[in-house]
């Protein structure tokens, strides 16, 4: 079968999935006694308030489904349809998992956020291509920049923020759902969603190659950095000087910044002081 049939079922595997949610929350509001439940219903209403963005995914794709569920896409289009695929298939997955451990915490909306405007963007630049036009100028969406706010993700969202590069912000995601840890999908699925080399994510530990479309480094500066000889900066030491006057101790998981507040802590006892003597 041509990639458009995979991603057809895909989409009946998405909504199979949608409509187990939404029978779950009707059964529940019809048959529920006020007795404890075990369902979420804050984890069911937020995977359903994004329906309409994946409805619109469809109705986007729609015209090019039809015209390739009988020919073969050109080699780029169906590269990006494949990756269309698994992302739904990844969002398909997501929902399941939403609904088995009853649970939207932030790491869950960022994870489900994340997918949903992967799927988005890449369904503009696949139309885009399809219709011969120019891709429109992006603006990261509130619903993203609330999500990774709330899993901590301010560096993210200002690299996504000033730019429109579509490859970046594919990195980024990566990078983003990854650190999810229990909530993140198959690294190899999303790695090839995101166009991540797979040789980075094997021996990486998944981390994407983001060098990978940075400039060489000008030969002015490679030999100004050979005349620079001696020993490294106690670059530790002093940032360690630093944090324990702004951090308590608890706050650091570092075991070698730890382990100099304790050295810190023992000169300050100390009654010949930092010295020694």
Not at 109 to 115: M, Q, R
Request: glycine share 4%; proline share 5%.
């Amino acid at each position: 079968p041509h990639t458009a049939h995979h991603l057809l079922y895909s989409f009946e595997a998405l909504l199979a999935a949608l409509l187990q949610v939404s029978d779950e929350l009707e059964l529940l509001s019809t048959f529920h006694d006020g007795s404890s439940s075990g369902i979420s219903t804050e984890a069911l209403n937020a995977i359903l308030s994004h329906a309409p963005a994946l409805d619109s995914v469809f109705v986007s794709l729609r015209p090019m489904l039809q015209q390739y569920l009988d020919e073969q896409a050109e080699p780029r289009i169906d590269a990006m349809l494949s990756r269309a695929n698994i992302l739904i298939r990844l969002i398909c997955e997501t929902t399941y998992r939403v609904c088995q451990r009853q649970e939207w915490s932030p790491r869950a909306e960022t994870v489900f956020v994340s997918l949903i405007e992967l799927l988005e963007r890449l369904t503009v630049e696949i139309t885009c291509l399809y219709d011969g036009i120019d891709l429109p100028d992006y603006k990261m969406p509130v619903k993203l920049r609330r999500a990774w706010s709330g899993t901590g993700h301010m560096e993210e969202i200002k690299a996504v923020y000033v730019t429109s590069d579509s490859w970046l912000f594919q990195q980024v995601c990566y990078e983003v759902i990854v650190s999810t840890d229990q909530w993140s999908p198959d690294r190899k699925d999303l790695a090839e969603a995101c166009e991540v080399k797979q040789s980075k994510v094997d021996g990486n530990a998944g981390r994407p190659n983001l060098d990978a479309r940075l400039a060489n480094v000008p030969q002015l500066a490679l030999q100004v950095l050979d005349k620079i000889n001696g020993h490294p900066l106690p670059r530790t030491s002093t940032l360690a000087s630093i944090l324990r006057r702004i951090l308590p101790p608890r706050a650091m998981t570092d075991a070698v910044i730890l382990s100099t507040f304790s050295a810190l802590r023992g000169n300050v006892r100390n009654t010949s002081g930092f010295s020694g003597r």
